[in-house]
């Protein structure tokens, strides 16, 4: 499998007056393409600052960062928000979306950032809307839609450029769990049908069955890895394959 | 492009229309200070600016036409045996004791010129003529000042430094910038009115011949007379706008105000741009952190300015507009040309475009993360 984001010995320490706190410590995650996989772990585990690094949101105090085979590590400002635009996708817990825009132009304004305008811009934008089935909603503003509306233009929008890779953060928390899991449905859908590497954030344990792999963070170290695809040969080694019974996601289902 | 700017401009009309009122306001209080000091500049100057004269001639170091100084007449013959000039005629701008018909009394300034030329005569004569005053005693007053004077009709008889004055016509819009208004007459009546000796004057127009070269003519005029000042026309006119403008502080007083309303627009326009801004701060959050550049981020920010320049300022010099009129009416000189329009333009963009800095140097330091933060 073609690794999408590689990440290696990732530590990240913020300063907090005089004392330094450690987000991450020593992290190394593969992400591969045409996998959905989950970051779970309790609040303050460092999964958010995880998936900022993977990102490009967020640099790392040390350890190397590859995206599509380019190490991003010693990228500055200027560099970072074109890698993010090159190559990835965003969705995130709150939607973000720009309420003044209908949702055909919330998608827009990612097509512009990729160079994409005019009709051809409209065309491909109303294009993503009908991919996660919104295509009646394209002149909607993001005040007239349901929260599970307004994710899927989320992820319209994150659609934007075709990228190779989605990165999401609780993108379920602000919706009931049937409107959640038709939007994870979905993102399991690009990960596989168009060989994405999708990796979610989330703390809704009830959803995680719909994943290929789920990371579990613990005081900023990856405390356990759970193959949830019999055959899955995502990560390199001698991880298991299948559910495993005693692990905390297997318990909480 | 989708229309984001104008999008989050229009989103808020309350805040909309604080932005607009505080550029109104600006532009207000800009043109009328500025149209003002215009006014009041092209006012003091007005009698040498319509002269139609290219030279002047004047007594030594006079700052401004009010301080004319006589001097002997024969230095015309001179002038005019110089080569390259057309013609040269003497004249008076002097003030003079106006005896209303109730008994009170009201300076003027005489304004004496030799009626069979053009040079130096009044402009905008609305009845009457000048030809009128070669009548004996015979004086043109501008309308705006018949109350002042207490003139109700043409004909009627005045005294000036106790010699008899008869009104017989009238010009419309020739304001003097002191309080004296002008009392144009023929220069051998302003002699009288102003107790002149018949053999001087306080200054020398003159006329050069057509495609003569001022500046060689005026080193040649300087040349051949001694204890005078030799000035074209623009000279003594900035000499005077100068004097009047800058050293009584009329002029830097009208343009501290006109400065005053830019400082609070600029606060006001900041202030809701940034209030804006902050509004917003989370969609440009997440501008960044899809990969735009901070310099998608910042022509959001300044087209919203500009938008609300551009309307902000149509607001504005409408409202001039009216408020310029009303003013002439009401006898204020404020001047509101399309050169002063454009330049105010101008400071409306320059304006908005200071309190965009303000917003943009937020964004600048904006933090991608944020977006992940609830």
């Known amino acids: 499998m073609e690794v999408a984001i590689r990440v290696r010995g990732v530590t990240k320490t913020y300063a907090e007056g005089a004392a330094r706190v450690t987000a991450l410590e020593g992290v190394d995650l593969d992400l591969y393409r045409g996998e959905l996989l989950f970051l779970m772990g309790p609040s303050g585990s460092g999964k958010t600052t995880l998936l900022s690094i993977m990102g490009c949101i967020l640099r790392s105090t040390s350890g190397s960062v590859q995206i599509a085979g380019r190490e991003i590590a010693g990228l500055n400002e200027r560099e970072l928000p074109r890698v993010r635009l090159g190559h990835i996708g965003f969705v995130f817990q709150a939607f973000n979306l720009f309420p003044t825009l209908t949702a055909v132009e919330n998608v827009e304004v990612a097509l512009e950032l990729k160079g994409k305008r005019g009709t051809k811009a409209r065309s491909e934008a109303l294009d993503l809307l009908a991919q996660v089935h919104l295509e009646d909603k394209w002149s909607a503003y993001p005040a007239d839609l349901s929260g599970g509306q307004k994710q899927r233009v989320a992820l319209a929008r994150a659609l934007a450029g075709d990228p190779e890779i989605l990165l999401a953060d609780e993108p379920t928390a602000a919706l009931d769990s049937h409107t959640g899991r038709s939007v994870l449905e979905l993102m399991r859908q690009l990960a596989h049908e168009h060989n994405r590497a999708v990796a979610v954030v989330t703390h809704d344990s009830r959803i995680a069955d719909l994943g290929d792999r789920v990371v579990h963070i613990e005081d900023g170290t990856v405390s356990s890895v759970e193959h949830l695809r019999p055959g899955s040969d995502f990560i390199p080694g001698s991880h298991s394959s299948t559910l495993d019974p005693q692990s905390p996601l297997a318990r909480s289902l | ?374």
């Not at chain 2, 902050?278 to 959050?285: I, T, V, W």
């Open chain 2, 1 to 374: 492009m989708p229309p984001l700017a104008r999008r989050n401009l229009f989103h808020d009309k309350i805040r909309l229309a604080v932005t607009l009122t505080g550029i109104t306001f600006a532009v207000v209080l800009v043109v009328v200070e500025l149209g003002l000091f215009l006014g009041f500049t092209t006012t003091t100057s007005g009698l040498i600016d319509h002269s139609q004269a290219d030279i002047w001639i004047a007594s030594r170091h006079i700052p401004y036409i009010e301080q004319g100084i006589p001097f002997s007449e024969r230095k015309l013959y001179q002038v005019r045996a110089t080569p390259g000039v057309a013609s040269a005629e003497k004249y008076i701008a002097h003030f003079a004791s106006w005896k209303r018909l109730d008994g009170g009394h009201e300076s003027v300034q005489v304004v004496g010129f030799n009626t069979d030329q053009a040079m130096g005569g009044p402009w905008n004569v609305t009845s009457g003529s000048v030809a009128d005053l070669k009548r004996p005693d015979a004086i043109l007053v501008d309308d705006l000042y018949w109350k002042k004077l207490g003139i109700t009709h043409l004909g009627e008889v005045f005294e000036m430094n106790g010699y008899r004055a008869r009104v017989v016509g009238t010009t419309h819009g020739i304001r003097s910038f002191t309080t004296s208004p002008y009392v144009f007459t023929t220069f051998k009546n302003a002699q009288s009115f102003t107790g002149l000796q018949e053999d001087q004057t306080e200054f020398i127009l003159v006329r050069a011949q057509p495609g003569v070269n001022l500046e060689q003519l005026q080193r040649d005029l300087r040349g051949r007379l001694h204890d005078v000042d030799v000035l074209t026309t623009a000279q003594f006119s900035g000499m005077t706008r100068f004097y009047w403008m800058f050293t009584t502080g009329a002029g830097v007083a009208v343009l501290l105000a006109a400065l005053l309303g830019l400082v609070v627009g600029i606060v006001v326009v900041t202030q809701t741009i940034y209030a804006t801004t902050m509004d917003h701060l989370r969609e440009y959050g997440t501008l960044k952190a899809i990969g735009a550049p901070n310099s998608y981020v910042y022509r959001v920010i300044l087209q919203q300015a500009g938008m609300s320049a551009v309307l902000g300022y149509a607001i504005g010099i409408t409202v001039s507009f009216f408020v310029v009129r009303g003013a002439r009416q009401g006898g204020a000189s404020i001047l509101l040309p399309w050169p002063m329009a454009l330049l105010i333009f101008g400071l409306t963009l320059l304006m908005c475009g200071i309190a965009a800095a303000v917003s943009i140097n937020k964004v600048t330091h904006l933090d991608p993360a944020m977006v992940f933060r609830n």
